[in-house]
């Protein structure tokens, strides 16, 4: 995986999320098979609870993000446009924690299991840890995303 963060993108340039649902602060490292991004929990987050703190269900949201940031740097790198994406389903989802704290600062990795780039629904072992390095794992499931061919793809 690259581990230089200057050569990656922005994740306004790879995220189709814009203003408040866009959840991750920035890629961390990113490679064919694996995206790495951080989330730094602060109290001014809209989904916070009154004492400022992030249901950890929430980390399902972070995973979904971090596996559409990985497809957009695979289109960033090749020079396409975003491709289209949803969340189709969550399996195997364990949370082995109620909540992230503020000032926390989560390390989201998604790793594509199966499926095919560009062609379908692809599946990804995602996992949220708590510390910039990755430390105690805080969520870890199977989410399988539909992605389409993004416009440029389509001429």
């Known amino acids: 995986m690259s581990s230089a963060a200057t050569s990656l993108p922005a994740i306004a340039e790879?995220?189709?999320?814009?203003?408040?649902?866009?959840?991750l602060d920035r890629v961390e490292r990113h490679g064919a098979?694996?995206?790495?991004?951080?989330?730094?929990i602060v109290g001014s987050t809209w989904l916070h609870r009154a004492e400022?703190?992030?249901?950890s269900w929430v980390g399902i949201e972070y995973m979904a993000q971090c596996i559409a940031a990985h497809e957009g740097c695979l289109a960033?790198?090749?020079g396409r446009m975003l491709?289209?994406?949803?969340?189709v389903r969550a399996r195997r989802v364990r949370l082995h924690r109620a909540s992230f704290r503020p000032?926390?600062?989560?390390?989201?990795?998604a790793r594509r299991l199966r499926g095919r780039p560009r062609l379908g629904?692809?599946?990804?072992?995602?996992r949220v840890r708590i510390g910039?390095?990755?430390?105690e794992l805080a969520i870890d499931a199977e989410l399988t995303v539909a992605v389409g061919r993004s416009a440029d793809e389509e001429k």
């Open 33 to 40: 098979d694996e995206t790495v991004c951080a989330v730094e």
């Open 103 to 109: 000032g926390e600062i989560l390390c989201v990795s």
């Open 83 to 87: 491709p289209p994406g949803f969340l």
């Open 76 to 78: 960033h790198s090749e």
């Open 132 to 135: 910039a390095s990755g430390g």
């Open 52 to 55: 400022g703190s992030v249901p």
């Open 121 to 126: 629904a692809m599946t990804y072992a995602c």
């Open 14 to 23: 790879i995220l189709p999320h814009r203003g408040r649902a866009a959840l």
